[in-house]
């Protein structure tokens, strides 16, 4: 089992910067990615950033320049910064992982972008 701590979301304004953190605890060294989805109101959740053992890394199209994902392998916390926020961010973010397979998440926490 692998439990998932979020947090860092909230409100902000356009143009601002928020970091979210995922601690994950519970799934020794086997984890093969880390990644962020959101949910925005009346939307379907997708994938905002991911990033596997290894280090490569993938992002949204809407999110590439602006956001960043990392990874402490030590700690088994994956990042978000999220730099120059729009409102269409708005959303739940969500922490997710791969361990083995098996697909974990997070609670999710709320970013709110005002304009």
């Known amino acids: 089992q692998v439990q998932l701590v979020e947090s860092g979301g909230g409100l902000v304004q356009a143009g601002g910067s928020l970091r979210l953190s995922c601690a994950a605890s519970g799934s020794g060294t086997s984890i093969n990615a880390m990644g962020w989805y959101r949910q925005a109101p009346g939307k379907q959740r997708e994938l905002v950033a991911r990033?596997?053992?290894?280090?490569?890394?993938n992002y949204a199209d809407s999110v590439k320049g602006r956001f960043t994902i990392s990874r402490d392998y030590v700690q088994n916390t994956v990042y978000l910064q999220m730099n120059s926020l729009k409102p269409e961010d708005t959303a739940v973010y969500y922490c997710?992982?791969?361990?083995?397979?098996?697909?974990?998440w997070g609670k999710g926490t709320l970013v709110t972008v005002s304009s």
């Open positions: 997710n992982v791969d361990r083995r397979g098996i697909l974990y």
């Open positions: 990033i596997i053992s290894g280090g490569s890394t």
